[in-house]
């Protein structure tokens, strides 16, 4: 098992490449989840997550004839950029096997690291699979991902950064996937300072390292997708649980819209930006997942790479979720001017209409009868609420459209 030594080593031997990320105290979410609340920017990375420090670090422990041989990895995502980045300044040649179903944007920005892409498989099991075969048939070094002592040593050294930046935190907020980044983090936060709670968090659609804390050892649970892809692990790691087991306090678990709402707070609040498993620590503490309410608390951002037209459809889902984005259907008559009337309405409560759809045909409505899909932005519930008053007094029959 993972020591604290063996981090403090790790962190020694990764430091001169290793961006010091910052960690910073937000004024507006310590008063949006009562703590004062403290946020750990690793997004800000090189490749934009953490994964650079367990790579790193296991890079660094290779032997001359392993760094000769190579190494290879098996991802769709930060962890091949890691791996692909810091064995490329190194001067070890890498190659990594990515899904078939990995976005173009992925693969060549792990190409242009250096590495080489290999695509294979449907999904990442079947990309492990091959991976391992290429690595036994070229006598390679297999990186994994989270499941390997140097790279829990290496994410680890966060959490004795985090230490060493602010001492005084009473709790930190780690999103978990494999275990690998708690796992680390965890060991190196308990053996310097007991008393700090460690909470980990999940997504609600996979829950591995939950699942297995239950049983008592890994288990698969069946597959799903989540907006958080960096942590959508369906079997928790043999070397990161034990470490879980012993030094993490709590595990929650979030769902989709309140990941999506964690990652538009940050962007708009914060101006910075998260991917979905970046954001899970976040959207845990908004949705007071757990009590710590009064106290210090460090939140992990752990990475920021986001695919943009995701970016898009969660911001429109966080706004709809927030109440600043509504649809509605309204019935009204069809004949000269009866837009005009409801669109009247609409502007004197200050809503502002992007989008519509007129439909005469549809919906089931009689012949001298139309309806109309309105998309508004608004300033919350309390608006939409007001304007719905408005419409009713003003005669519409209408629904909210989901």
Request: aromatic share 4%; charged share 25%.
């Amino acid at each position: 098992m993972v020591t604290v030594q063996d981090v403090e080593r790790a962190q020694l031997r990764i430091r001169d490449s290793i961006y010091v990320s910052p960690c910073v105290r937000s004024q507006t979410l310590s008063q949006l989840t009562g703590t004062s609340l403290f946020l750990k920017l690793d997004n800000l990375q090189m490749t934009g997550a953490f994964k650079e420090r367990g790579a790193l670090n296991k890079l660094m422990l290779l032997s001359e004839t392993e760094r000769a041989r190579g190494v290879i990895a098996a991802s769709a995502g930060n962890h091949a950029q890691a791996v692909a980045y810091h064995a490329t300044r190194l001067g070890i040649h890498s190659t990594i096997v990515m899904p078939l179903t990995t976005p173009l944007v992925k693969v060549s920005q792990t190409k242009s690291h250096g590495a080489d892409v290999v695509l294979h498989g449907a999904n990442y099991d079947e990309a492990y699979e091959e991976a391992r075969r290429r690595c036994d048939e070229g006598e390679l070094t297999f990186v994994h991902a989270f499941d390997d002592d140097g790279v829990i040593a290496g994410q680890g050294t966060l959490g004795l950064e985090m230490m060493q930046q602010n001492p005084m935190f009473d709790a930190i907020v780690v999103p978990i996937g494999g275990g690998g980044l708690i796992g680390g983090v965890a060991c190196a936060v308990k053996e310097t300072n007991p008393r700090i709670r460690v909470v980990g968090v999940q997504t609600a659609r996979l829950p591995s390292m939950k699942r297995a804390v239950e049983a008592g050892k890994p288990v698969v649970i069946e597959a799903a997708t989540t907006i958080a892809d960096g942590i959508a692990v369906r079997r928790a790691g043999e070397r990161t649980l034990p470490l879980v087991q012993k030094y993490v306090d709590e595990i929650v678990t979030v769902d989709e819209e309140e990941i999506a709402s964690a990652i538009l707070l940050l962007l708009e609040r914060e101006k910075t930006i998260a991917e979905g498993a970046g954001a899970a620590a976040l959207a845990a503490m908004m949705h007071h997942k757990t009590d710590l309410a009064g106290r210090r608390v460090a939140v992990l951002v752990c990475g920021g790479n986001i695919d943009v037209t995701l970016l898009s459809r969660i911001i429109e889902r966080g706004l709809k979720k927030d109440g600043r984005l509504v649809r509605l259907r309204v019935h009204l008559p069809d004949h000269p001017g009866a837009l005009v009337r409801l669109a009247t309405v609409i502007a004197a409560h200050k809503a502002n209409i992007v989008q519509t759809s007129h439909d005469r045909a549809h919906f089931g409505v009689s012949l001298s009868d139309t309806v109309i899909d309105i998309q508004m932005e608004t300033r919350g519930p309390e608006h939409v609420a007001e304007m719905c008053g408005a419409l009713r007094e003003a005669g519409y029959e209408y629904e909210e459209v989901t």
